[in-house]
């Protein structure tokens, strides 16, 4: 298996413009995780699915935040409008039972 | 307090060295357990799961004290490639079905 996908690995972005992070679990996998993790905050839980259904997003920071799971094989988180508070590494994880496994991350830059 | 807890470092060890992180939750009702390594700007990947009877994998040792509600690591005959930062993590109690992620605990391992 390929692993956790994310798309793009890297972007730069001007405040105010929407950004799109995509990720494709790992085949057979029925939950997903977003994080976000910066050096102040460390690792952050933004939201998570199960069976394709968002079961927390109390960690969605505000509503310029957003994420959806279409189907099992992938799902988006949304910001818009980006801010440069917002530039962190952003890493999408699947899980099978207690095994959790995470994609090579997402790094944004808002400036 | 936070949830769990660890002593962010660095540990500097020269090779060779035998090294010992703990970790400390403050959820009984947590059920499993685990250490992450998480290399400079890459994502967290599991190392191993931590059973309540101890487990080893090679020159790695996990321990589970439920009572006092701490978990180690112990590295023996550290490694150059050691080098990284090792993540506590705790699945159940308040998270629910997530995991929980400690700060996180950097190693060096130098020459």
């Known amino acids: 298996d390929a692993g956790v996908i994310q798309s793009p690995r890297h972007e730069v972005t001007e405040m105010g413009q929407e950004v799109t992070l995509r990720c494709k679990p790992i085949s057979g996998h029925n939950s997903l995780f977003w994080y976000r993790q910066t050096m102040m905050r460390g690792l952050e839980l933004l939201i998570y699915?199960?069976?394709?259904?968002?079961?927390?997003d109390s960690g969605m920071p505000e509503d310029r935040f957003s994420a959806k799971m279409p189907n099992a094989s992938f799902s988006t988180l949304k910001i818009q409008p980006s801010e440069p508070r917002d530039s962190a590494v952003y890493f999408c994880a699947s899980r099978l039972l207690n095994e959790q496994y995470f994609g090579p991350g997402t790094r944004l830059t808002v400036t | 307090r936070k949830e769990v807890e660890q002593d962010p470092g660095p540990f500097n060890v020269p090779e060779g060295a035998t090294v010992a992180f703990n970790c400390t939750y403050s959820?009984?009702?947590?059920?499993?357990f685990f250490w992450y390594r998480q290399d400079c700007r890459k994502e967290p990947k599991l190392l191993m799961s931590v059973y309540s009877s101890g487990n080893e994998d090679g020159r790695f040792t996990a321990q589970l004290n439920r009572a006092s509600q701490y978990i180690s690591l112990l590295i023996r005959d550290s490694k150059l490639s050691d080098s990284a930062t090792y993540l506590c993590?705790?699945?159940?109690?308040?998270?629910?079905?997530?995991?929980?992620f400690g700060g996180g605990t950097r190693l060096m391992v130098k020459p």
């Open positions: 993590v705790v699945h159940g109690g308040n998270a629910g079905n997530m995991l929980t």
């Open positions: 699915f199960n069976n394709n259904v968002p079961i927390d």
């Open positions: 959820n009984s009702a947590s059920q499993s």
